[in-house]
C-alpha cells in the first residue's frame, strides 16, 4: 500500500474558512450597529440574566454596539472582560487569516495553548464570580 500526498490547496481555497468568519463576524456587527441591543429584550432574553446572573459574555452585544458607534468607555461598562480580550481575538483572526493567505501551517505547542486556556478560564470565572457580588457590581452590564 503506497500513500500519495494530496495536491497543496490554492489560495482560494485556504482562504474559505477565513471569508466566511470574516463575513460572518461583519454582518453580525452590522446587525449590532443597525438593532440596538441596549434596547430591552431586542435580541431575545438570556435565561441567566433572567435569574438575575451576569454570565462572563453578558453586555457582550451592547459592548459591540458600543464600538460600533466608536464608545469605549460604554463598551468598557457592558463587558470589561470583552473588551480586553477583543485585540487578542483580532490579533489571533489577523494571524490565522495571514497564515491562510501565504499558506503557513502554524502548530501551536500543547506546552503553550494548555497555560494559557487555563488562565482564560480561571479570569474568565473570576470576572464571572466578581461581577455577581457586590463588591463587584460595577462590572455587571
Same mark, same amino acid.
Do not use: E, K
Given at each position: 500500500?503506497?500513500?500519495?500526498?494530496?495536491?497543496?490547496?490554492? *489560495? *482560494?481555497?485556504?482562504?474559505?474558512?477565513p471569508a466566511r468568519v470574516l463575513g460572518g &463576524?461583519?454582518?453580525? !456587527?452590522?446587525?449590532?450597529?443597525?438593532?440596538? #441591543?441596549?434596547?430591552? =429584550?431586542? %435580541? /431575545?432574553?438570556? #435565561?441567566?440574566?433572567?435569574?438575575?446572573? %451576569?454570565?462572563? =459574555?453578558?453586555? /457582550?452585544?451592547?459592548?459591540?454596539?458600543?464600538?460600533?458607534?466608536?464608545?469605549?468607555? /460604554?463598551?468598557?461598562?457592558?463587558?470589561?472582560? +470583552?473588551?480586553? @480580550?477583543?485585540? +487578542? &481575538?483580532?490579533?489571533?483572526?489577523?494571524? %490565522?487569516?495571514?497564515? *491562510? %493567505?501565504? /499558506?503557513?501551517?502554524?502548530?501551536? #505547542?500543547?506546552?503553550?495553548?494548555? #497555560?494559557?486556556?487555563?488562565? @482564560?478560564?480561571?479570569?474568565?470565572?473570576? +470576572? !464571572?464570580? =466578581?461581577?455577581? &457580588?457586590?463588591f463587584g457590581s460595577w462590572l455587571a452590564p
Open positions: 500500500m503506497t500513500l500519495t500526498a494530496s495536491p497543496p490547496l490554492t *489560495r *482560494r481555497q485556504r482562504m474559505a474558512s &463576524l461583519a454582518v453580525a !456587527t452590522v446587525a449590532l450597529r443597525v438593532r440596538d #441591543p441596549h434596547q430591552h =429584550a431586542s %435580541w /431575545g432574553l438570556c #435565561p441567566l440574566a433572567a435569574l438575575g446572573i %451576569w454570565c462572563p =459574555a453578558c453586555g /457582550g452585544l451592547r459592548a459591540v454596539n458600543d464600538l460600533t458607534h466608536g464608545d469605549l468607555l /460604554g463598551a468598557a461598562s457592558s463587558n470589561l472582560a +470583552f473588551v480586553v @480580550a477583543l485585540p +487578542f &481575538l483580532v490579533a489571533g483572526l489577523a494571524i %490565522w487569516t495571514l497564515d *491562510r %493567505w501565504r /499558506g503557513v501551517h502554524r502548530q501551536l #505547542p500543547t506546552a503553550v495553548v494548555r #497555560p494559557l486556556a487555563g488562565a @482564560a478560564l480561571v479570569l474568565l470565572a473570576v +470576572f !464571572t464570580v =466578581a461581577r455577581n &457580588l457586590p
